[in-house]
């Protein structure tokens, strides 16, 4: 199947710093991503839809200016949480449609601990 | 956003014995998805399914596209230790979207 990496895999910042974490697809071109949060045993909760080349679309409740999403390439979308809190430890999980067979696949996930 | 109505939530079986789980929408879907997570990690893609009453395997995994597009089931044959995650069903209507099921658990006791 198709590839999609994410990085880094876990990360432990301190609180205010920001945290940017990649996502991308190594073997196909991917015009839409996703980005989801996931809490421990609960299914994914998705955040907002990246698109290549515009801006990324929101789900309601999450904060634009908190997350930011970048989409500047085919391959690679980036997901940037600013001014990290606490309360913004979680595992993060991003995916890609792959338009060939219309499959959705995800990278390996980042886990985020802000202290 | 939309979530899928998955059950069981949580099996505990024998090693050897059959697992049955499914998920069901009030929305009709074009696409359903089914995936395997263990902790720490992404979800893996199992079975893709196109068509009502497609019947998709892979390995001991079975996957099929209800006829009526608004359910999918998943049945894994003979499950081994190494079968221990959680799995997800996905559906996809018109648009890009992907709705989640909210998981089954599954622990398989050698």
């Known amino acids: 199947g198709a590839v999609v990496s994410q990085h880094p895999s876990r990360v432990i910042c301190k609180s205010g710093t920001s945290v940017k974490i990649e996502c991308r697809s190594l073997?196909?071109?991917?015009?839409?991503m996703f980005w989801y949060r996931q809490f421990p045993k609960q299914s994914l909760m998705l955040m907002a839809t990246?698109?290549?080349?515009?801006?990324?679309?929101?789900e309601q409740g999450v904060e634009k200016d908190k997350f930011l999403i970048n989409h500047a390439s085919l391959t690679l979308s980036t997901l940037t949480v600013t001014s990290a809190h606490p309360e913004d430890s979680s595992f993060y999980i991003c995916?890609?449609?792959?338009?060939?067979?219309?499959?959705?696949?995800f990278g390996s996930g980042t886990q985020l601990s802000v202290l | 956003g939309q979530q899928l109505n998955q059950s069981p939530q949580s099996m505990f079986i024998q090693e050897g014995e059959d697992v049955s789980m499914n998920c069901t929408s009030s929305s009709i879907f074009n696409t359903w998805l089914w995936y395997k997570q263990e902790p720490g990690e992404g979800p893996v893609l199992l079975i893709a399914?196109?068509?009502?009453?497609e019947l998709t395997s892979n390995g001991r995994l079975t996957a099929q596209f209800g006829i009526t597009r608004k359910d999918s089931f998943l049945n894994i044959s003979a499950s081994i230790p190494s079968d221990v995650g959680i799995y997800f069903c996905?559906?996809?209507?018109?648009?890009?979207?992907?709705?989640f099921g909210t998981g089954t658990s599954l622990t398989v006791i050698p």
């Open positions: 996905a559906g996809r209507t018109e648009g890009v979207q992907f709705y």
């Open positions: 995916s890609a449609i792959y338009s060939i067979g219309e499959k959705l696949f």
């Open positions: 990246s698109n290549e080349g515009s801006k990324a679309t929101y």
């Open positions: 073997d196909f071109q991917a015009t839409t």
């Open positions: 399914l196109y068509k009502a009453g």
